[in-house]
């Protein structure tokens, strides 16, 4: 069990600029999740992902946000014409049927 | 609209010097509570999930206890290694039954 891992752990882009995130969940988990969290707030859910299949997005999700799980593996969030309130942690977790969510360490974006 | 309301924002402790932190929750149908920790720059890591009113959960110096309104946990003699902000969140029954709604979280400094 190696953990969830994301890639990159930082980025720094310019405002209308597009990113991608990528999230490797932990092997055996068919369930994948992304979160968003500022500072002094809590994790704020995304959308979730069974297998391949998203299954539900939150309406925090604007149409500038993209997630893919091909494969049912990786999975990456893509957000187009990035604005400075993009600026946040973006955290991925995995988990099993009722199993609990195990995050990554997240990756850090800044908007300038 | 299921909402979760943690006190304190933030806590200093002796080191030795036991405590609680709150978690009040307003949800429809409670699936599961947990109970997360998160260090800076890291994302949150699991600690427990209570199911049901009056369950009660131990892991070294923590227990995390649930009623029908609220959780609690406590710590134990802390060491200055528990300095942490604490995450709670709740999963609804239901519809969107995979999100988990966070709270703001309490940070913990223990001071040796």
């Known amino acids: 069990d190696t953990g969830v891992s994301q890639d990159p752990r930082h980025k720094i882009t310019k405002r209308g600029q597009n990113v991608t995130f990528r999230c490797d969940p932990i092997s055996e988990h068919n369930r994948l999740y992304w979160y968003r969290q500022t500072l002094g707030q809590g994790p704020e859910f995304l959308t979730y992902f069974q297998n391949e299949a998203q299954l539900e997005k939150s309406r925090l999700l604007s149409d500038r946000f993209s997630a893919e799980r091909p494969k049912g593996s990786f999975s990456t969030l893509e957000i187009q014409r990035t604005e400075q309130g993009d600026s946040a942690m973006y955290l991925c977790a995995s988990s099993q049927r009722h199993s609990p969510l195990h995050f990554g360490n997240g990756t850090r974006l800044t908007v300038t | 609209e299921d909402q979760v309301t943690q006190s304190p924002e933030a806590l200093r402790l002796q080191e030795g010097e036991s405590s609680s932190l709150n978690c009040s929750y307003t949800?429809?149908?409670?699936?599961?509570l947990f109970w997360y920790r998160q260090d800076p720059g890291k994302g949150p890591e699991f600690l427990f999930t209570l199911y049901s009113a009056g369950e009660e959960k131990e892991k070294e110096r923590l227990k995390a206890t649930l009623t029908k309104k609220e959780s609690f946990l406590h710590i134990t003699a802390p060491k200055p290694e528990d300095s942490a902000t604490y995450l709670c969140a709740v999963q609804a029954i239901g519809a969107g039954s995979y999100q988990l709604t966070f709270g703001k979280g309490t940070k913990l400094s223990v001071i040796p």
């Open positions: 949800v429809s149908g409670l699936r599961g």
